[in-house]
């Protein structure tokens, strides 16, 4: 009935253990990810993590993807509610968000970011190399990368591949 994610059961075992095993359970995933070849955000390193972060890096870039991914479906959605009340300013509003016309093209790179996360999945249970592993992560950095560039563009003006 309950299915929690990983993270979800690092954050009730670090509430349950206090400040110690926060530090331990950082410890664990900085061992797991040196075995599978995944990469750790630098906030899960046992104490540097408190310090600060990168706002350059793969997690920046996953961060960037999802808040850009969630401005999209917020102004598709918008958009198309005005259209359907036959609202007179839907026009304006896709000129101030254009953003909102790129929907499908979030749909599908979700849809391809998600098949490659369960086929690094299947790969990390197969054993196969680290070097494979950071190959699907880059290729899946490499698409969010992308979709932000894409929005980015878009809503400076400029639609580029569109």
């Not at 979800?8 to 950082?26: F, H, M, N, P, W």
């Not at 540097?48 to 350059?56: M, V």
């Not at 880059?138 to 990368?145: D, P, R, S, V």
Request: aromatic residues 6%; glycine residues 8%.
């Amino acid at each position: 009935m309950l299915s929690p994610t990983p993270d979800t059961l690092d954050y009730l075992i670090q509430q349950a253990t206090g400040g110690v095993g926060r530090e331990i359970s950082k410890t664990a995933q900085v061992v797991q990810s040196q075995l599978t070849g995944e990469e750790l955000p630098f906030y899960k390193i046992p104490l540097l993590g408190r310090f600060g972060g990168s706002a350059t890096g793969a997690t920046a870039v996953r961060d960037d993807f999802y808040t850009r991914v969630k401005d999209v479906n917020i102004a598709s959605r918008e958009f198309a509610g005005r259209v359907k009340e036959k609202d007179p300013s839907a026009r304006e509003f896709i000129k101030d968000n254009p953003e909102a016309r790129l929907k499908p093209a979030a749909d599908q790179i979700e849809r391809k970011i998600t098949d490659l996360q369960k086929l690094k999945h299947e790969e990390l249970k197969r054993g196969v190399g680290a070097d494979r592993i950071q190959q699907r992560e880059k290729q899946i950095t490499n698409l969010m990368l992308r979709f932000n560039q894409l929005v980015d563009r878009v809503r400076a003006g400029s639609p580029g591949e569109e």
